[in-house]
C-alpha cells in the first residue's frame, strides 16, 4: 500500500534562517508526490508537486521540495523562513491502486518560525 | 468563485443525533471526498466520488454515509452520532486527473457529547 511518512510532530526555526520539512515514502511505480499547508482554523492550500521531471520542484510563498529516489525522500525547503510560514505542513502522495484513485496523507508536521 | 464551500461551520450534536453535512463546489470538477482530521491523524478519507452518480468507500467509512447530489454537491450523513465522531470534516474536489492538486473547503468542526 502507498503511504508517506513526516517523522518530526513539530519543527521550530528561526525567521531567516532556512527550514526543512521532511517526507518519506513508500510507493509501488512513479510517486505523484504533494505538500500541502494548513493555516489555524482554514482548509489545506496546495503547495507544489512533483510528478516527473526535475527533482527540485517550485511551489507557493518561496518553498521548493527535492524528490530523492534512492532515499525515498520528498523534503519541503525553503531558504528564508518567515514567522508568518507558522502553520501545519502535510506530505501526501496519490494512491491508485485497487481501483481507486485518492491521496495518502502523512500526519502533519507543525512548522513554528519564532521571530 | 467560491471554490468548495461548507456548511456549517461548527456543530455540535448530542450522542444518537443525526446530521447532513454539505458540501459544494463551483470549480465543476468530478471527483469529490470527504475527509476528518483528528490531532495525530493527519487526514483520512471517508468518502469520495469519482465523478457524478458515484460514491466509494475511503479509509474510515464507518458510521457515515454519502450522496453525491449533482455535479457540485456531495453531502455526508452521520446517521446516529457518536462520541469517536468529533472531528474536523473537510471536503476536498479535484479537477484535472493529470495534475490531481485537491482543493479544501474551510471544515466543519463538529463535536458529539
Known amino acids: 500500500a502507498q503511504s508517506v511518512a513526516q517523522p518530526e510532530d513539530q519543527v521550530n526555526v528561526a525567521e531567516g534562517n532556512p527550514l526543512t520539512v521532511k517526507c518519506t515514502y513508500s510507493v509501488s511505480g512513479n510517486p505523484y508526490l504533494f505538500w500541502y499547508v494548513q493555516y489555524p482554523n482554514r482548509g489545506l492550500q496546495f503547495l507544489l508537486k512533483?510528478?516527473?521531471?526535475?527533482?527540485l520542484v517550485k511551489g507557493s510563498y518561496g518553498f521548493e521540495a527535492e524528490f530523492n529516489k534512492s532515499q525515498t525522500s520528498f523534503h519541503l525547503k525553503k531558504p528564508s523562513a518567515l514567522v508568518s510560514d507558522s502553520a501545519l505542513y502535510f506530505c501526501?502522495?496519490?494512491?491508485?491502486?485497487?481501483?481507486?484513485?485518492?491521496?495518502?496523507f502523512g500526519t502533519g508536521t507543525r512548522l513554528q518560525v519564532f521571530p | 468563485n467560491a471554490g468548495v464551500t461548507q456548511t456549517p461551520k461548527f456543530q455540535v450534536l448530542k450522542t444518537g443525533q443525526s446530521m447532513t453535512l454539505q458540501c459544494a463546489q463551483d470549480m465543476n470538477h468530478n471527483s469529490m471526498y470527504w475527509y476528518r482530521q483528528d490531532p495525530g491523524m493527519g487526514l483520512r478519507l471517508i468518502y469520495y466520488?469519482?465523478?457524478?452518480?458515484?460514491?466509494d468507500k475511503g479509509e474510515v467509512p464507518n458510521g457515515y454515509n454519502v450522496s453525491r447530489l449533482n455535479k457540485r454537491e456531495f453531502s455526508l450523513r452521520l446517521e446516529s452520532a457518536a462520541p469517536s465522531q468529533t472531528s474536523v470534516y473537510f471536503c476536498a474536489t479535484t479537477g484535472v486527473p493529470s495534475s490531481y492538486e485537491q482543493y479544501f473547503g474551510p471544515g466543519t468542526r463538529l463535536t458529539v457529547t
Open positions: 512533483y510528478i516527473t521531471g526535475d527533482n
Open positions: 466520488s469519482a465523478s457524478e452518480g458515484t460514491t
Open positions: 501526501a502522495v496519490r494512491d491508485r491502486s485497487y481501483n481507486t484513485d485518492k491521496l495518502i
